[in-house]
């Protein structure tokens, strides 16, 4: 089924922004996975704020040398049926999402990805990248660890006052 002139103009013109946009594009070979199945991923993305796209590799590329930075890009890995992943809001999720649901979905599978800055990764990058923790899982580490020390001193300062109440309370009964 060909598509009309038009029709291939805003796809790329939509690819472009959203390529422009992206902390990074992760691909994957989808042969073999239902339609229920895309359908899952596209969910899943979807709750994480990740976008999935199924475009010809032909139109990617024309996107990519529509912007500056990808201009330069290794684009020979775009090969074969892909799927694209985009964030533009967390460096990692992309990956962490598409490897999750290849756990289970072997017919997934992951094969490159394009950074923000140009840069093009390959699987076994990739792989590495869904392995990070995310942005949030960032955040939330470094406020557990910014409220330790606090909640420590909270816990002795309560253990400590608890003491001298016992104490208070000990020398009370003997009086």
Known sequence: MTISKEKKQTLVTDLTELLNDAKVTVFAKYQGLTVAELQELRKMARENNVKIKIVKNRLVKVAMNEIA????????????????????????LPAKILADFAKT???????????????????????????????????????????????????GLGSGISDILGGVEEHAKNQ
């Open 69 to 92: 930075i990808y201009k330069d890009t290794d684009t020979t890995g775009l090969t074969g049926q892909l799927l694209y992943a985009v964030s533009s809001e967390d460096e990692v």
């Open 105 to 155: 979905h072997t017919a997934l599978e992951l094969t490159g990805a394009f950074t923000g800055e140009g840069e093009a990764l390959g699987e076994e990058e990739v792989k590495a990248l869904s392995k990070l923790p995310t942005k949030n899982e960032l955040v939330a580490q470094v406020v557990a660890q910014l409220l330790s020390p606090l909640n420590d001193s909270i816990s």
